[in-house]
T-cell receptor, first 110, second 115 residues
Framework: DAKTTQPNSMESNEEEPVHLPCNHS???????IHWYRQLPSQGPEYVIH???SNVNNRMASLAIAEDRKSSTLILHRATLRDAAVYYC???????????FGQGTELSVKP | EAGVAQSPRYKIIEKRQSVAFWCNPI?????LYWYQQILGQGPKLLIQ????????DSQLPKDRFSAERLKGVDSTLKIQPAKLEDSAVYLC?????????????FGPGTRLLVL
């Protein structure tokens, strides 16, 4: 299984942009990059996913490096509600399975 | 659209007792997953169903854990007998398929404490 590396924790100020990095140097050409987040005392929720091109949705943007060995989840204006653990996950031919790592715990200061 | 429902939300039992968790996935979702999340760790997949058949149960401790998905809708996860190390949050998730682009939708989880 392809592995990802994320910082254990990050801090942000409210209403400022947040860039959450993920390294996946062993990614294969057909691995999708998924991001989920888990708010305190809740189940994980989907944030965004991509393959090669940068992706945007109402929650966030996903910037994928040209060599695909790293990606960055961008929250354009952090709110207190964005404080959560963010997981970067690769999937290819895993039958839909998600293999979670430790994730990055994001704290947002008012 | 209703989300994934789980019950109970909390359960406290003593070791060697048995416990069961219930999950109702999003309507129409063929794929159902059970995860175990120990405090401070990411969720770990226990079992995956496609309709009422098991796709992957390689991480399920089969000597004490069992799961079923009768009629391909609701699912039950059972632990018998429970051990202290089973204290965790048990998460149920569902998706419409098993492709690599599929989104999984998670329930709120059942928090189990084994004393």
């Amino acid at each position: 299984d392809a592995k990802t590396t994320q910082p254990n924790s990050m801090e942000s100020n409210e209403e400022e942009p947040v860039h959450l990095p993920c390294n996946h140097s062993t990614i294969s050409g057909t691995d999708y990059i998924h991001w989920y987040r888990q708010l305190p005392s809740q189940g994980p929720e989907y944030v965004i996913h991509g393959l090669t091109s940068n992706v945007n949705n109402r929650m966030a943007s996903l910037a994928i490096a040209e060599d695909r060995k790293s990606s960055t989840l961008i929250l354009h204006r952090a709110t207190l509600r964005d404080a959560a653990v963010y997981y970067c996950i690769l999937s290819y031919n895993q039958g839909g399975k998600l293999i979670f790592g430790q994730g990055t715990e994001l704290s947002v200061k008012p | 659209e209703a989300g994934v429902a789980q019950s109970p939300r909390y359960k406290i039992i003593e070791k060697r007792q048995s416990v069961a968790f219930w999950c109702n996935p999003i309507s129409g979702h063929a794929t159902l997953y059970w995860y175990q999340q120990i405090l401070g760790q990411g969720p770990k997949l226990l079992i995956q169903f496609q309709n009422n058949g098991v796709v992957d149960d390689s991480q399920l401790p089969k000597d004490r854990f069992s799961a079923e998905r009768l009629k391909g809708v609701d699912s039950t996860l059972k632990i018998q007998p429970a051990k202290l190390e089973d204290s965790a949050v048990y998460l149920c998730a569902s998706s419409s398929g098993t492709g690599d682009r599929e989104t999984q939708y998670f329930g709120p989880g059942t928090r189990l404490l084994v004393l």
